[in-house]
């Protein structure tokens, strides 16, 4: 593949309510350091900017981030204002609620529903906008979701959000959360190799429904949050080869062809791996290669 000719158009575009992006998005949280929050040493400023300017460049125009993804010394959202503001009118940018880590990067007690006011607008001061495109309530192991969400649809009625999206859900939480308001995107974590039934059937709710599906750590399986999985099976290597592409391109062309409503946001603090991602979103797969592929999903629940 010759990666460096490809934009993120190859992927294909879906709609966050009425917001046009191409499936092939980009994750901030490998933005401020080499893994993601404490995990690994704060990354370099100027190479971050650039992956940022670099993504645009290549045509994203999806970019997920939180309050919540910082390191000692970078802040994600921070990374996205200076190198993107004044922010282009097609750009639509994801951000979550819910969680909460405190100044010295520790874990918090989740948000209250009379919190998430307040995380919003720190998302908005730090990105420096007026409103949010898209927020998702992250779920923090609660059994309802309906408090939690109603408390942004209110904020939504206010016009500091634009849509509203929901995370680590099963079905009976995006069902609480459809009689409140609309929902423009689900994210859970889900992959090739990371997958349960539960998560495989809000796919399919989700397919029927016209919400988008973004899982996250789809590149990084089971390494989550320090980075991606060096980790693949013999299938993944042997459809890389027929490809010529990378074991962690093929990872992201079979999410993609899980089916239109899937995006994929896979997130790196290095140029060469973002121009990498990208490409994926022009991998078309064999339905020979998908069968294989999906025996080691199947496998993997």
């Known amino acids: 593949m010759t990666s460096e000719t490809i934009t993120a158009d190859a992927s294909g575009t879906w709609k966050l309510g009425d917001l046009p992006v191409h499936r092939l998005g980009f994750g901030a949280m490998r933005l401020t350091g080499s893994a993601a929050f404490h995990h690994g040493t704060p990354s370099n400023r100027d190479r971050s900017i650039a992956v940022l300017r670099k993504a645009v460049e290549l045509g994203v125009n999806h970019i ?11 802040s994600a959202n921070e990374l996205i204002n200076t190198a993107l503001s004044p922010y282009s ?10 969680p909460y880590r405190d100044y010295s990067g520790e874990w918090g007690t ?11 607008e720190e998302n908005l001061r730090q990105l420096g906008r007026d409103h949010l495109d898209v927020v998702n309530l992250r779920r923090m192991r609660q059994d309802s979701i309906a408090e939690h969400f109603g408390a942004l649809a209110e904020l939504r009625e206010a016009g500091l959000i634009r849509h509203l999206g929901v995370s680590d859900v099963e079905p009976r939480h995006l069902d609480e959360a459809l009689a409140i308001a609309p929902v423009v995107c689900v994210q859970n974590r889900w992959g090739l190799d990371a997958t349960n039934p539960v998560t495989d059937e809000v796919v399919r709710i989700c397919g029927e429904r016209g919400i988008a599906f973004v899982p996250f750590f789809a590149v990084a399986g089971d390494a989550g949050a320090h980075g991606a999985t060096d980790d693949h099976d013999d ?13 962690a391109q093929i990872r992201l062309a079979w999410t993609l062809h899980q089916g239109a409503h899937v995006l994929a946001i896979p997130g790196t603090g290095n140029p060469d791996h973002l121009t990498e991602n990208v490409a994926a979103g022009a991998v078309r797969l064999t339905d020979e290669e998908l069968t294989r592929l999906d025996a080691l999903h199947t496998e993997a629940g």
């Open 110 to 120: 989740p948000a209250r529903p009379d919190q998430l006011r307040g995380h919003v």
């Open 64 to 74: 997920d981030t939180a309050a919540f993804y910082f390191s000692a010394l970078r």
């Open 89 to 98: 009118d097609d750009l639509v940018i994801v951000t979550k609620v819910g």
């Open 235 to 247: 299938e993944v290597l042997a459809v890389a080869r027929a490809h010529d592409a990378s074991p």
